[in-house]
């Protein structure tokens, strides 16, 4: 009995046994390391949970007390080293340690929240009077820092042959927070229709994986969640196909600061990464927030907050203090050095690296010469409305929010930016502020990408009232409660678009039934975009039409200013 049962795994992993037993174990061999999927009937998925694509990216080395909570210490000791802000490095080879099973949603990268003060510690960089309170967290370090994993969802029991579309998925949260959970890319498969793999990872936020400065430059890498974020590519184009997922067919896909993540891979040197680690880009919510170089002022003083913060202002080398201090006190500066920004905002984002980013991100996307070959992007109606705190507006006036926003700007730009918002019809500074936050950070950002993709871009508005930012994401990743708006045209028709585009680069391709989405025309004709909303009686209201010509006008503006913002 106990051969008949190893012999079936061993067929199961190789696709060799049919039909595959309900729910059974599929195994994948990463020559590191083996996993074990389950394969759902149901939902004719197969769900690998927790791989590790790379090695932990800790701090000092754990003692032997505390890596007993990880496996064991002879295992964790062997490759946990001293990786924090240091690019990702290979997994350790964990073969010795069986076949894993992959059936548990990764544990979360360090988080932060987003900047809640009524000013910006931005605009005045002279020498700051604030004290922090230094917050010490009693944290075991691996528990926060060892959270580079991802998911694989294969459409079907796993079949090495099979080469179907792969869609890498890259979480929100403003490069501070959120992670994989509550986003299955077996929905995805499901909104395909199968016939497709859906991959998702966990990446370091905050100042684990953006702590800019000279002395990162220096002695680490900066934009270290970004090179997380690589490093996944490049293990999709090394062992997807394992999973019956084609490395030539890979579409990225993301929301918030995870489109905020598509953007930079675009651009990532000089939108021209080789070889190329995917084809195709999908951007709900593009999120494109102040980005300056990595020694400009704002992000020295970020790195200064974070060395006062964690007790290193003495140490003679401020780098390595920060490597060596434990995760408990720098997750503690992680939250109070990103909370202390102007509201709304995020302070620890992307640099200008000189290596991976070379430029500012719409230098590149002028020059139209991208890594991808076609582009889809949707935006919400109201994106800046979650990040305006409508108690600060009521206190202060429009020429004082574009101040705290921009600190960069001069009199001119301010003003300027003013009155093109004051003119608009919004009467209260709160909608005004709205409008600014939306279009200057999300919406104006997005048309820059579009026309950097000419007869190969297609743009959606979801308008779901109430069309906030990252409403679209539940229609998306229904899970079992499924979306506000329950209407199966609705959902076939919208989240169908993409993973027709996603399966067969084309959005036009319906791959589920219900789908009622009328042709969708290439951007550049016309600015034709597809509208996704209901009607008041609760209907599905898919439809095209044409981009406000005040909007573009606004995005000029900001076009114009660009450098100020900087982006």
Known sequence: MYYFQA?????????LLSPVLA????IVDLGYALYQGTFNSTSNVTDFFSIRYASPPTGRQVSASEARTLLTFSFVSHFLGELRFQKPAAPPNMRSLGVQLANTQPPACPS????????????DLSPSTRRFTNTRRQIIPHLIEDCLFLNVHVSGPINPNARMPV???????????????????????????????????????????????????????????????????????????????????????????????????????????????????????TF?????????????????????????????????????????????ANVEVNESGFFGTFVMVPVIDGDF????????????????????????????????????SAEITLTDYVTQLFPLFDDDQIQTAVQNYENIGLESVN????????????????YRLLNAFPGRSHKGLFAIPPGQHGN?????????????????????????????????????????????????????????????????????????????????????????VAPSVPQ
Request: some cysteine; overall charge negative; hydrophobic content about 40%.
């Open 357 to 392: 980013i070379v430029e500012r991100p719409i230098v590149t996307i002028e020059r139209g010469t991208l890594n991808a070959n076609s582009f889809i992007a949707m935006t919400n109606t109201f994106e800046g409305g979650i990040f305006v705190n409508s108690d600060f």
């Open 23 to 26: 729910n059974s174990p599929q």
């Open 472 to 560: 679209d994401v539940a229609y998306y990743f229904p899970g079992t409660t499924g979306p506000p708006f329950q209407n199966a045209q609705f959902s076939a028709s919208f989240a169908g678009s993409f993973m027709a585009f996603i399966k067969f680069g084309d959005p036009n391709m319906h791959p589920v039934a219900d789908d009622i989405a009328p042709t969708w025309n290439v951007f550049n004709s016309g600015n034709i975009e597809m509208l996704f909303n209901r009607t008041e009686d609760f209907q599905a209201d898919v439809r095209p039409f044409t981009t406000d010509p005040g909007l573009l006008q606004r995005c000029s503006f900001w076009d114009s």
């Open 288 to 332: 494109l927030p102040s980005q300056y170089n990595f020694d400009d002022p704002v992000p020295e003083k970020l790195y200064s907050d974070v060395v006062q913060l964690t007790g290193c202002s003495n140490a003679t080398d401020t780098f390595q203090c920060l490597v060596n201090v434990d995760a408990g006190t720098l997750e503690g």
């Open 167 to 285: 869609v890498f998925w890259i979480h929100g949260g403003g490069y501070v927070a959120l992670s994989t959970a509550g986003m299955d890319g077996a929905d995805l498969v499901r909104e395909a229709g199968g016939g497709v793999v859906a991959v998702e990872l966990e990446y370091r936020l905050g100042v684990f994986g953006f702590l800019p400065g000279a002395e990162v430059k220096k002695n680490g890498a900066l934009n270290a969640g970004l090179l997380d974020q690589q490093f996944a590519l490049q293990w999709i184009q090394q062992f997807i196909h394992l999973f019956g997922g084609d490395p030539n067919q890979v579409t990225i896909w993301g929301e918030s600061a995870g489109a905020g993540s598509v953007l930079q891979h675009l651009v990532a040197h000089g939108g021209n990464t080789q070889p190329p680690l995917f084809h195709q880009a999908i951007t709900s919510s």
């Open 7 to 15: 012999l079936s795994v061993l067929l199961l992993a190789v696709g």
């Open 112 to 123: 932060a929240g987003q900047g809640n003060q009524i000013a910006t510690p931005f605009r």
């Open 431 to 446: 909608d005004q502020a709205i409008a600014v936050m939306g279009e200057s950070i999300f919406i104006c950002p997005t």
